[in-house]
């Protein structure tokens, strides 16, 4: 396609941009029109949007841990999840299908996850991951700005909600800007010097902006006073985020685990060179295969054992997909490029050692990793390591709302509620709407008889998120 001016783009084609591609893309295409239409072509670009019911598939299946038989129906151009005595219209999909769909539904403009999910592989629908070992049928899980954020760039939230998308219909995937940074300066005056490469930045700058998604961890917590969604490209992301990674052994094939895996790899090691742009061209669609010739620019080919070594593509061998241990029913390429194949991981045990990835580690930032990981394993033990240093983050004067709130729930699960309480005020004095301190600041005052104001903080939390079922039954007694 050559290249043509702004005016090219308008009409019906500048519509069509407009219609399929992330918020401002539309506009870069006006002078990059080949990248912009290859990019709209990626996963990242179709991570998210409202559904269409004419572009899904429906089908059924059985959850085996509830024994509920779930059916996606499509019906008068909606798309249904049906269940014996309900069904919720789902309105909202994540993810690009390239593995696979999640899926949301809305009551009142709140968001919620849905427990079914669709599986590229298979072309089957399943337990959306993490709902595969629930008892019950869970409508409750609030789809938040932090789960969003991987999936969309322009996602506004009510003030003083979890949950209600204003601008739902309008959430298109990842846009140019998560990369690039802001681009208004360069709309006006394209310049190089007034746009983000991520390629021309130093490499901890460059490896930052694939990092803010691609690097999980076993514990991901902000920086007080800081939001991820505020990072801009050619920051450091260390500024936003605290990252801790399981110590000892690797842990297998994960969702979200390429950075942490391909810095395990001796091919990183070996320097700084390497970095995900080495392989992957972020604006056009993961190639299948092809690979071999960015191996071959670094290793010989008569230094690879395989008799096939001729013809075969390097990534068969040293980047297999193995299944996801964190995944639900995906499969995944393992990124720390092994040198010879390995068994898949089953999914492993919570961690004993935490480790920054960035290096430097604080009290406050390791005691809530901890927290993060008993609730993720569901390992109760963990809550040990996750209050020494949260007591000492508090005696050292560190302040803001999420060390409270955690730090109380640790000290309220002791026993000692008249701390634990305090520790809830002073949280909401930082950020009166945090929904957690409101509905436990209720619980706790409703105990020592306080009912009037107990119900005052529930309205409080249900106004930031409705769903909140022990809320809900506490406020009808």
């Keep these: 396609m050559k290249r043509f001016c702004k005016s090219a783009c308008e009409g019906a084609a500048g519509l069509l941009l407009a219609a399929v591609l992330p918020a401002g893309a539309a506009v870069c295409g006006s002078c990059h029109p080949e990248i912009t239409a290859s990019y709209a072509q990626t996963a990242m670009a179709r991570s ?8 899904e598939l429906p089908g059924e299946f059985t959850h085996a841990a509830s024994s509920t038989r779930y059916r996606i129906v499509a019906d008068h151009g909606t798309l249904e999840l049906h269940w014996p005595g309900g069904r919720v ?3 909202l999909y994540i993810g690009s299908r390239l593995r696979g769909r999640s899926y949301a539904w809305q009551e009142a403009g709140f ?5 079914a999910g669709y599986y590229t592989a298979r072309r089957a629908w399943d337990s959306a991951p993490g709902y595969e070992h629930d008892r019950r049928l869970d409508l409750d899980r609030p789809l938040t700005a932090d789960c969003l954020f991987c999936h969309a760039g322009n996602v506004r939230l009510a003030p003083q909600t979890v949950n209600r ?4 219909r309008e959430v298109r995937g990842v846009p140019c800007e998560r990369c690039h940074g802001d681009g208004a300066a360069h709309a006006a005056h394209p310049r190089r010097d007034n746009i ?7 490499p901890p700058l460059r490896d930052a902006v694939c990092e803010q998604c691609h690097l999980a961890g076993e514990a991901r917590v902000r920086r007080p006073g800081r939001q991820l969604e505020n990072f801009r490209p050619g920051e450091p992301l260390a500024d936003y985020l605290a990252v801790y990674l399981a110590g000892g052994d690797a842990r297998g094939v994960s969702v979200n685990g390429h950075a942490e895996a391909l810095a395990r790899s001796r091919c990183r090691q070996s320097g700084p060179g390497l970095w995900c742009g080495t392989c992957h061209d972020p604006h056009r669609p993961v190639a299948a295969a092809g690979y071999r010739e960015k191996c071959l620019a670094c290793h010989a080919a008569r230094d690879c054992p395989s008799p096939a070594r001729d013809q075969q593509d390097c ?5 297999p997909k193995s299944r996801a241990y964190d995944g639900g029913h995906t499969t995944f390429t393992d990124h720390s490029i092994p040198r010879r194949p390995r068994e898949p991981a089953v999914r492993p045990g919570a961690p004993t050692v935490l480790v920054p990835y960035y290096g430097s580690s604080t009290p406050r930032d390791l005691g809530l990793a901890w927290f993060q990981v008993a609730e993720k394993y569901a390992e109760e033990s963990l809550y040990a390591k996750a209050w020494p240093p949260l007591r000492e983050a508090l005696a050292g004067g560190s302040a803001d709302a999420e060390l409270y709130v955690h730090a109380a729930y640790l000290l309220e699960r002791d026993g000692r509620g008249a701390q634990a309480e305090a520790l809830y005020r002073r949280a909401l004095e930082m950020e009166p709407a945090n929904p957690a301190a409101l509905a436990n600041l ?8 306080l009912q009037k104001e107990a119900a005052e903080y529930w309205e409080r939390a249900l106004h930031a998120n409705p769903r909140q079922p022990a809320v809900r039954r506490a406020l009808e007694r």
Excluded: K, Q, T
């Excluded at 968001?111 to 427990?115: A, N, R, T």
């Design 48 to 55: 998210s949007g409202p559904v269409d019911a004419d572009a």
């Design 89 to 91: 219209e789902l309105d």
């Design 111 to 115: 968001f919620y996850e849905v427990p």
């Design 165 to 168: 998308i204003l601008n739902w």
């Design 196 to 202: 983000v490469n991520p390629a021309r930045l130093a």
């Design 315 to 319: 990534v068969l061998c040293h980047m």
């Design 442 to 449: 209720g619980f706790l005052v409703s105990r020592r008889g």
